[in-house]
């Protein structure tokens, strides 16, 4: 019986190089020189942190777009919150990996309202949508690729 998985991950490689990029980036703008900004990258997240509250913005901006040209989906960050401290704002972004069981939920969901010929089912961080046929298992891929969800997915282990 045919199947595939809808997983939420991100290649931790690729955001380690969007970061250095954005790094790069930030050390050849010319509104930044002699400010004291930098972009840092954890095992929680990234950390942002500037002088002002708009060159926070700006950071957060370069960092989407060196994401984008890594074809890592922006949606995959979440805004943890701010915190001023001395003279810098800094700005915590986690890196959202697996489903939750809300959004799980969610997708198994919108799957059943759609009344395809296909069975959902929520496995651990992941959810599993198997069908009779390979054009069913197609469809749900592209009504889900539709869907206005606010997290990236991806459909893999694909099997005959």
Known sequence: ??????????????????????????????????????????????????EQE??????????????????????????DGDSKSGKLVKQHLLLKQGIETDMAKKIVKMIKDQKMKVQASIQGDKVRVTGKKRDDLQEA???????ELDIPLQFNNFRD
């Open 54 to 79: 708009f060159q926070l913005e700006q950071l957060l901006d370069m960092l989407r777009m060196a994401f984008a040209k890594r074809n890592i989906d922006a949606r995959a960050l979440a805004e």
């Open 141 to 147: 891929i592209a009504m889900l690729r539709e869907a």
């Open 1 to 50: 019986m045919p199947s595939f998985d809808i997983v939420s991950e991100i290649d931790m490689h690729e955001v380690t190089n969007a970061v250095d990029q954005a790094k790069r980036e930030l050390g050849n703008r010319w509104d930044f020189k002699n400010v004291e900004a930098d972009i840092e990258l954890d095992d929680k997240g990234i950390t942002i942190s500037a």
